[in-house]
Structures are given as structure tokens and as C-alpha cells.
């Protein structure tokens, strides 16, 4: 598959992207730093800036048969990056004709109800950037999303096991959060969830297909 | 009717409950500050954060006939305030059984398309912030929504004229939108509507009987 990578610099993208290489597809990654996106001969690198209009996304996009949107702002510009900019990249998808979308988002994004709780109350800013997107994605647009939902990120290696459908606070390495990304896109029983996520017990690949 | 207003300190607040109390309402207005709300024996101020949770702003706003957003941050948490906090009001308002919401919202708020215009592109977080909310409250509740859409706010004398669905940059004096706000309230053309106005040449019950 053809698949375009939003965000395409980043830590989880980086991951991303090489277990996307592996399974044999085709990246194309977009950044505001392409020259920060990892090189490979399956990878090409293009210059996408989430201020722009959508037209411009459009173009950037192209055809592809898939988009991640693994971007954010690290709580610098959650308006226009986290919130905003995922919607146009939406837009950009359903006027290319572009269906599967797959949203790398964080615990309980959906969940308003939780975001008292410790670990999440320290991230509201966060928190509503990310369900203005999630809910818009859902609820307003035709695509065949799959959201995921980890909890805390961390630079420890892979275990290759996770836990799905949890809603505990608890930790994610990097590289899990990453191959459970990739594992998705060619998952169909996951089109239209919402996942939640976090280290556990199973085989990611089992995790997905159980779904 | 007994109306509630959110954000009931501000500029466009204060003169909003004077006309409301002047067409016979009684006002419950709600801010973080309810030493600041106007004092009069209509009016009954109450102490209203939006960065409670939804049972606790169901519980101040009570059963009421009617609720006004005219809550801003002024930039300062366009996230937690203009756009999240107008939609916990929306759920309160659903709870509680509240069927007509009257949203102040801003040029263009529903227009992305127009936001690179000058005049718009130096407010693109609060673009975004209003944005959300005002597309909330019309895909996702089931509310007798109004978004009322001026544009620049001053603090010129009233003129009792305005001109509506007009789109152009120009601006509005304060006391002109508080009483189209008011207008508005039994106003059941405007229901599921969504009005652009600034100054213009048709005193404003006329305007609003048109629409």
C-alpha cells in the first residue's frame, strides 16, 4: 500500500514508518522538517505544514490508500496542530477519496468523564485538543478511521505485547505503540473504533486481530 | 422567561442582561467573578467556572427557559473555556432539559475558508477555538441553537441599526450585538441559524424579522 504519514518526523512516526517499510509498503512522511524524516528508499520525504489550507494539504497528500496522523505540537500549538490540523488532513482524505485514516490519539480522548483523574487532570489543554479531533472524526466524517488510544508514551524498548481495550493509566513504549499502528492498517474488524491501549500480556498481532 | 447567562461579567454580558431585564426577564448570570456582574433585583448573580465538570454546571444553571454563551477568555484558554467549556454548557443544557441556546460567536467561526482574510488570520487559535464550538452545537446536540456572528466588537454608542448575513470585515458597537442578542431570544425563525451581522442601516428588530 501507498500511505501517507502526517507528523512523519516524529518519535512515534520514526518507529512507524520502519514497521510500515518492513510490511512492504510505501511511505510518503510529511513534516515542517522534511530533512528530520528517517531515510529509506521506500520512504519519501515532502514538506507539509499543518497551517497551510486545505488545498494545499490536498496536493501535499495526493493519492494514497492510507493516512496516519501522527503529529503534535507537544502542547504548543494544540489549536492549529493537534486539533485543527487533523481535521483538515480529514477533509484532505475525503476530497481526495482517500478512506482509511488512522489517528494516533491518547487515553480517554473520548472520555471527558475521566480527565479528573491523575495523569490526565495535568494534560486538559491536551485532552480537549484531542477530542475536538477524535470527536469530529468520528462523528463528522465518512472515512474509515481506527483510533488508537495509548497511554503514557516512553523511550523503553519493545515488548511486542500489549493490552487492549483497558483504560488504566499505565505506560506505552515507543516502539509497541508503534507496530500497533502498523498492525491496524490492515486490520478491517478495526475500521470505526476507538482502541484503547497500553503495555500488557498479548502478542500485538493477536491483540488486533481479537478486536 | 428565566434565562441563564455564561460568561455574565464581560462587555457584551452586562449590557445583554440590561436589555433582558428591560423586555421583563429574569437573569441567573454565571461567572468566575460574580462580584462583577451588574447589580439588579432581576438579576441574580452566581459563581460559574467552566473548568468544572458537567454535574457541577448543571447544577448552577438550574432549569432555566433559556441560556446564553457570551463566555470568552480573551485568548488566555481559548481550550478549556471558549470552545470546551461552551460544550459542557450544551450537555448541561441537554440534562437539564433547556431546549434554546444562544451562542455568541464571531466572524466567520463556521467558515474556515475565510479565515486567511486580513482581519481574521491574526486570530486563527480563537478561529479555531469558536470553531469547534459553534459546529458542536450545531451537528452534535439536538439544542434550539442561535450562533449570533459579529464582527469586531467596540465600544462605540449604540445605533440600533445593524445589517445581518453580510460578511464583510467592519465592526460592531457592543451595545448593538447585546440587544440582537436579546432580540434574538424569541425569535423562533432564528432557531437552527447561524447569523453574520456588523453595523448597517436596518433597526434591529426589523433585521431579525426578516431572517
Chains 1, 2 share one sequence.
Not at 486539533?83 to 478512506?99: C, D, L, R
Request: with cysteine; charged share 20%; hydrophobic share 40%.
Amino acid at each position: 500500500m501507498k500511505v501517507f504519514v502526517v507528523g512523519g518526523s516524529g518519535r512515534v512516526a520514526t518507529e512507524l514508518i520502519k514497521n510500515l517499510v518492513a510490511r512492504g509498503h510505501d511511505v510518503i512522511a510529511g513534516a515542517r522538517h522534511p530533512d528530520r524524516i528517517m531515510i529509506d528508499s521506500h520512504v519519501r520525504a515532502v514538506a507539509l505544514d499543518l497551517h497551510a489550507e486545505v488545498p494545499e494539504i490536498r496536493e501535499i497528500i495526493g493519492k494514497v490508500d492510507a493516512i496516519y496522523f501522527v503529529a503534535g505540537s507537544r502542547g504548543k500549538d494544540l489549536l492549529q496542530t493537534d486539533a485543527f490540523g487533523a481535521v483538515k488532513t480529514m477533509w484532505a482524505a475525503e476530497q481526495n477519496e482517500i478512506h482509511r485514516y488512522l489517528m494516533l490519539s491518547s487515553m480517554s480522548s473520548t472520555e471527558p468523564e475521566n480527565w479528573s483523574r491523575e495523569g490526565l487532570k495535568q494534560l486538559m489543554d491536551y485532552n480537549v485538543a484531542k477530542f475536538f479531533a477524535d470527536n469530529y472524526l468520528i462523528h463528522e466524517t465518512t472515512l474509515d478511521y481506527t483510533i488508537l488510544q495509548p497511554t503514557s508514551l516512553t523511550e523503553e524498548p519493545a515488548t511486542g505485547k500489549i493490552s487492549v481495550g483497558t483504560n488504566q493509566v499505565a505506560t506505552n513504549p515507543i516502539p509497541d505503540v508503534a507496530e500497533t499502528l502498523a498492525e491496524l492498517l490492515e486490520a478491517p474488524n478495526t475500521i470505526h473504533q476507538t482502541i484503547a491501549m497500553c503495555s500488557g500480556e498479548t502478542p500485538i498481532a493477536e491483540a488486533i486481530k481479537k478486536i
